[in-house]
């Protein structure tokens, strides 16, 4: 199976894997899955840590995407296609652009994305699934 975490998933996973589900973890570790990591949730960590609103104790945003690779995660990045094609993403109250174009690559991708925020259910119209 695929997932995708989106950004705070894997922000606990690195920092406070014991705020994420069980389920969540034992996917995560379970070597048969695909994990991946979006570029897009890269850009949003780096973006909110240089405005302040993202602390990171110890560590900087390059050290997260070497964090990354070293829990083997795939790093995905928007492809033309999906960048294209986000405008066919419906509108909804959920107006977080990294969540949305989060959303828009696991639905484009038929990967689960692994999430709490329970907002982007309302997508699940669109073909997203969600694990949490």
């Known amino acids: 199976m695929s997932y995708l975490l989106d950004t705070h998933s894997f922000l606990w996973a690195v920092f406070s894997p014991e705020k994420l589900s069980r389920r969540v973890r034992a996917i995560i570790v379970d070597t048969s899955n695909t994990v991946g990591l979006s ?5 949003e960590i ?5 405005l302040g609103k993202l602390v ?8 997260l995407a070497v964090a990354a690779r070293e829990m083997g995660l795939e790093i995905i990045s928007p ?3 999906e960048a294209a094609s986000f405008h066919n993403l419906p ?7 990294f969540d949305r174009m989060l959303a828009w690559q696991a639905i ?3 990967w689960v994305l692994v999430t709490k925020d329970a907002a982007l259910s309302e997508y699940r119209k669109a073909g997203l699934k969600t694990l949490w």
Do not use: G, M, V, Y
Not at 39 to 43: A, D, Q
Not at 46 to 50: E, N, Q, R
């Open 91 to 97: 509108r909804s109250a959920h107006r977080d652009p």
């Open 108 to 110: 484009q991708r038929k």
């Open 56 to 63: 990171l104790e110890n560590t900087s945003p390059e050290a």
């Open 46 to 50: 780096s973006l909110k840590f240089s």
């Open 39 to 43: 570029s897009i949730s890269l850009w």
């Open 79 to 81: 492809s033309a296609e």
